[in-house]
């Protein structure tokens, strides 16, 4: 479902980053969401909260996804994770009544590579991708994807505004 993307995030950087999949609170926005039909495709519902996000048990002082396999730092849905997973570190986020695609600058792939080529033919890659119609609708019917990320406005970079 919904592929062509290629990751931006290189496997090298990802392992080494104590950002994604971990969180500070059990509850907390950043834990990825699922999109309706995701959450068939998974195909364990057990793991995924009553408003669709995956949940995030304590481990430590933190919370990790449920899907992190903690000693190898790597996915255990990793061909089957959530749309919010294939397209980090790129974030859709409600502005008023528009949703934009935005860069999570604090992501370290993000801050080596803001202003290279690589990071602009990326987002080129990102506005085909969120042009195609199967993406479109994927978004129309999953519109919950888009947050709000409250307390973490000064970390996003918009990039453009997604039509659905």
Same mark, same amino acid.
């Given at each position: 479902?919904?592929?062509?993307?290629?990751?931006?995030?290189?496997?090298? *950087? /990802? %392992?080494?980053? =104590?950002?994604?999949?971990?969180?500070?609170?059990?509850?907390?926005?950043?834990?990825?969401?699922?999109?309706?039909?995701?959450?068939?495709?998974?195909?364990?519902?057990?793991?995924?909260?009553?408003?669709?996000?995956?949940?995030?048990?304590?481990?430590?002082?933190?919370?990790?996804? *449920? /899907? %992190?396999?903690? =000693?190898e730092h790597c996915c255990d849905i990793y061909t089957k994770r959530p749309f919010e997973c294939k397209v980090y570190p790129f974030v859709l986020m409600k502005r008023g009544n528009k949703i934009v695609l935005s860069a999570h600058t604090s992501c370290p792939m993000v801050g080596q590579h803001r202003n290279t080529q690589k990071f602009f033919d990326y987002e080129k890659q990102l506005k085909e991708f969120f042009a195609r119609p199967e993406v479109l609708d994927f978004l129309r019917n999953n519109k919950h994807l888009a947050g709000d990320y409250p307390g973490y406005q000064e970390e996003f970079e918009d990039l453009f505004e997604v039509k659905i």
């Open positions: 479902m919904l592929e062509g993307l290629p990751s931006f995030a290189i496997s090298e *950087v /990802c %392992l080494k980053c =104590d950002g994604c999949c971990r969180f500070y609170e059990p509850e907390s926005s950043w834990r990825p969401r699922c999109g309706k039909e995701e959450i068939k495709a998974i195909g364990r519902p057990d793991i995924i909260d009553e408003r669709s996000y995956i949940r995030a048990p304590q481990s430590g002082d933190k919370f990790l996804c *449920v /899907c %992190l396999a903690k =000693d």
